[in-house]
């Protein structure tokens, strides 16, 4: 073999090699960038929908405090809330969020949960 085609195709195939390396490194950065950036961008998500079930569950437990749900559909929203968390989180940390609206649900619905009679709602204690 020729030492000048040993040398040339040395050359190409080096050259070859470090495009190839170069392109390999770029895809690797942007793939690393964009999954970075997609988690980063679902953590603010969860952050704000966790911000906005706190600030929800304490109006509707400082209501409960001072006088009992007049309408029931003011609680939905924190059922719709904790089920937009349970999306995001794919179930995760729903745990907390189940326990807190069960016992808001006691503070603000006292007759549901301890089986006492409402004078207002004209409902009458089950016998034991």
Known sequence: ?????????????????GAAASI????????????RANSEWARRERESLYREFITEASRLAVDALTHSL?????IMALYGILSRIRVMSGGRGCTSGRS???SNHRAV????????????????????
């Open 24 to 35: 390999v490194t770029t895809w690797i950065t942007q793939r690393t960038q964009s999954i």
């Open 109 to 128: 619905w006292p007759a549901q949960s301890n089986d006492r009679s409402d004078p207002r709602s004209g409902r009458v204690p089950r016998p034991r």
């Open 70 to 74: 007049e309408r029931p559909d003011q």
């Open 100 to 102: 807190l609206l069960s």
């Open 1 to 17: 073999m020729n030492s000048t085609v040993v040398t040339a195709a040395a050359g190409a195939l080096g050259s070859l090699l």
